[in-house]
Every structure is written in structure tokens, then in C-alpha cells.
DNA sequence: TAAGATTGACGGATCAATCTTG
DNA sequence: CAAGATTGATCCGTCAATCTTA
């Protein structure tokens, strides 16, 4: 469909077609092969992972539902439920915020330390390997010139 | 996290961080964008027009699920309760197939091409101006490159 | 009324179990 | 038993509605 001609729109050429379809394909496998190793190897999933880091590097292992939810950029009803699962599972508490009481805190439990401090070698290991220990310096920069393009456009979108 | 160090384990070098964590974040706001956008321009997800895609493509609009499933790269159950949703909503159809009795035939129907050739048009041009249109042939080359690259590493984990 | 946050309903994805035919 | 496919349970993400405090 990338490439097809039937009405005036401008499609692809076939150097962006390859390139669109390489990274679809490897965008799926990568994330599914990142959830699968932190699933087995920490019992986490990347999203739980991307939340523990976060706390780990806020004053206290404590942050507001909503900062979280920001630097995550997650929906805050994501957050909210996430938390809840994760709460659950005694990787981190809810605290009441005494200065404006409508918020919540969510705070780092000993358990919750525990895991990410297990689990973030393996995962960063596995990232290195996979992604960058084949890619050239110029590629990396190259790969964060064009993150940065396309988020450009996103936002003027 | 990816910068951290405590224990022997090798991190990331600062040129590697910043491009992993602007890759993470243009990942998530593309794919949420073009979701969203084939949401409200549309009516389907990025699955439902692969999907749709993959069936104009094939003879006869009509592809054997576990075929749908292997070019997708999904797994035969989530082919399995997708295409029971999309058949609900009248883009596909089910027949039996009468050589291989066990197997079945995922069939495009009216209302399916009519919404594709609708979708198509208007998506491709969403990617094209968002990602393809400030990229120079050279950074294109090299997104197909990093991209089969990591490919070939996720192969050989 | 708006901000911070939670809840419920619903579509989506995964895993294991199941059913039918080869 | 294995292959093609569906089903049910369960977890995840989104949207709209709700609750409480500012």
C-alpha cells in the first residue's frame, strides 16, 4: 500500500518504503524481545521498569501521580491504574501529600529498590548488545538526529 | 538508569543515552499518533489497517489466517480474536477452506475495501510529512540500515 | 469551576487450554 | 500425535465519568 498508485496522493518512494517497513519490523521485535527478557528475567514489565527508574532518581523514591505521569508521558488514568498493579504487587506505596491534599505521592517500597536494582544491569546489558554495540558513533548520532526530527514534526502536527 | 554506575556492569556512553532515549520517546508519540489519527480519520486501529492492507494485497482479497498471521508476525491467537473483532464489524469474513478442512480463509469484504482505499491515502501522507519528508536520502539510508541491523542482532539472542 | 486523582467499561495482547481434522 | 484455529482468563491502555479538595 506504501507504494501503490491509484489516486493523486504522493505515496513513498521505494528507499522510504524499505526504510518505513524495516523499522516497523524492527520497532515490533524490539520492544517485544525487551518485554519478554524483563518479564522472565525480573518479573517486570518495561513499563513498570520505566516507572522505577523514575522514582530511583527523584529526591526520596517519591513523586506525584501527575509529575510521573508527565515525564513518562502517560494519560494520567495509565497512571493510575498502573499504579494500582503495581501497588499491588508491593513495588511501591501511595502517601497522602499533606500540602495539597487532592494529591498522592507514590513511593519506592524497599521491594521496589530491590528489583530495580536487579533488574536494570540485565536490561541495559541487553539493550547495548542488541542496539548499539554494532552501531557506528555517526549512527548513533545520526539515530538521535532523527528521533529528534520526527518528534519536531509531531509537535507542529 | 542508563547512565548510572555501581556495579561492573557497561552502561551506556552519553551519545548512546541521548539516542536511546529520544529513539523510546519518538517511538511512543509516533505510534500513538498515527493510532489516533487513523482513529478519528478512519475508524480503525494500525492493526486493523495492516490487516486491510495485507488482504488487498493478496489474490482474490482472501489469505488463510495463520499466512495473516506469519506476514504480521503476530502470534495465531491474537490473529485469532482480531480478526473475530473485525468480523464483527463487518471489514472481514470467514470461510471455510474446502482442501484443508482444520484451516480457514480470512476474506476482505465490501465495507473492508471501501475503508481501506478511504484509510490509505490519508495515512501514507500522515507518515510521509511526519517522517519522511525532513530526512535527507542519506539519513533514510540509514535508518533502513540501523533498523536491519538491530533485525539481525534481536535474531541471534 | 478547575486541578489532582481514581474508577468502570471496553477494546487490545498474551498465555495456556481446547477443539477439530490430518 | 501434530497442525490449524478458536476460546477463556488475565493484564494493559484509553476514554469518559466521577470524586474530592483548591
Chains 1, 2 share one sequence.
Not at 17 to 45: E, P, V
Not at 56 to 61: F, K, M, P, R, S
Not at 63 to 68: F, T
Not at 103 to 126: S, Y
Request: charged share 30%.
Amino acid at each position: 500500500v506504501y507504494g501503490g498508485d491509484v489516486t493523486g496522493t504522493r505515496w513513498l518512494d521505494d528507499d522510504q518504503q524499505r526504510a518505513w517497513r524495516s523499522y516497523l519490523r524492527m520497532q515490533g521485535k524490539l520492544s517485544a524481545h525487551l518485554n519478554r527478557r524483563l518479564q522472565t528475567d525480573s518479573d517486570i514489565s518495561l513499563a513498570d521498569f520505566d516507572v522505577l527508574v523514575h522514582l530511583t532518581d527523584a529526591e526520596g523514591g517519591r513523586m506525584r501521580v501527575l509529575e510521573l505521569a508527565r515525564v513518562l508521558d502517560w494519560e494520567k488514568s495509565r497512571a493510575s491504574h498502573h499504579l494500582a498493579r503495581m501497588q499491588r504487587r508491593g513495588l511501591i506505596t501511595r502517601e497522602e501529600c499533606t500540602e495539597d491534599k487532592r494529591g498522592a505521592f507514590v513511593v519506592l517500597t524497599r521491594e521496589g529498590q530491590r528489583v530495580i536494582e536487579e533488574a536494570a544491569p540485565q536490561h541495559v546489558e541487553v539493550v547495548r548488545r542488541v542496539v548499539f554495540d554494532d552501531l557506528t558513533p555517526e549512527q548513533v548520532e545520526m539515530l538521535t538526529a532523527i528521533s529528534r526530527q520526527v518528534l519536531d514534526n509531531l509537535e507542529s502536527e
